[in-house]
């Protein structure tokens, strides 16, 4: 399965970089994650329970950072086992680019499964990787919300500022020019 996309992200790339890093911030927003736990350096074991059509399992792995260029981008490979239901492993690569936005997450994920989950056929698997990445996503701008706060309209801003200026200086305690009372 192959899988690439980006998503405007409403927080600076730093913010972004430390964020994708911190193993409690992926648990939140990982769907069906019940832990992400460090192992050793840029290492993490992973727990998590998911669906797949009529398959359901609770899956053990591990992720581990590789290609890592703060705070710009990495590469994450992983692999999980799901008992019966099978197992997945793969890589994917995150770019954070900073603009005016905030910055652009832009990813590729190159990932195989095996087991029961693979017999399910190519586009329910698909349809389920792209559903769990939109979850991530939903849950993961949501949190950045909470720490945060909302995204900051910059027109909005400067507007309101220039107003509460010009109000200032009509009733006398603006910035009064240096020329006067010099």
């Known amino acids: 399965m192959e899988m690439q996309g980006s998503r405007q992200l409403a927080i600076t790339q730093q913010q972004a970089w430390e964020s994708l890093n911190d193993p409690a911030v ?17 290492q993490y074991a992973v727990g998590m329970a998911l669906k797949i059509g009529p398959v359901s399992a609770k899956f053990s792995g591990k992720i581990t950072l ?3 260029v703060p705070p710009a981008s990495y590469t994450i490979s992983f692999e999980g086992q799901g008992g019966a239901a099978g197992f997945g492993k793969g890589h994917s690569n995150v770019l954070l680019t900073p603009n005016e936005a905030g910055c652009e997450l832009g990813y590729t994920v190159n990932a195989q499964v095996g087991g029961k989950v693979a017999q399910l056929g190519q586009r ?3 349809g389920a990787a792209k559903s769990l990445a939109e979850d991530f ?15 900051v309209d910059e027109a909005a801003t400067e507007e309101k500022t220039g107003a509460v200026a010009g109000f200032m200086q009509k009733i ?9 009372d010099s």
């Open 26 to 42: 992926l648990k939140i927003c990982i769907p069906g994650c019940d832990k992400v736990d460090p192992t050793g350096e840029n």
């Open 137 to 151: 996503f939903k849950r993961f701008d949501a949190e950045m919300q909470k720490r945060y706060g909302p995204p």
């Open 124 to 126: 329910l698997i698909d």
């Open 66 to 68: 590789s290609d890592i």
């Open 172 to 180: 006398g305690l603006g910035k009064k020019d240096k020329t006067e």
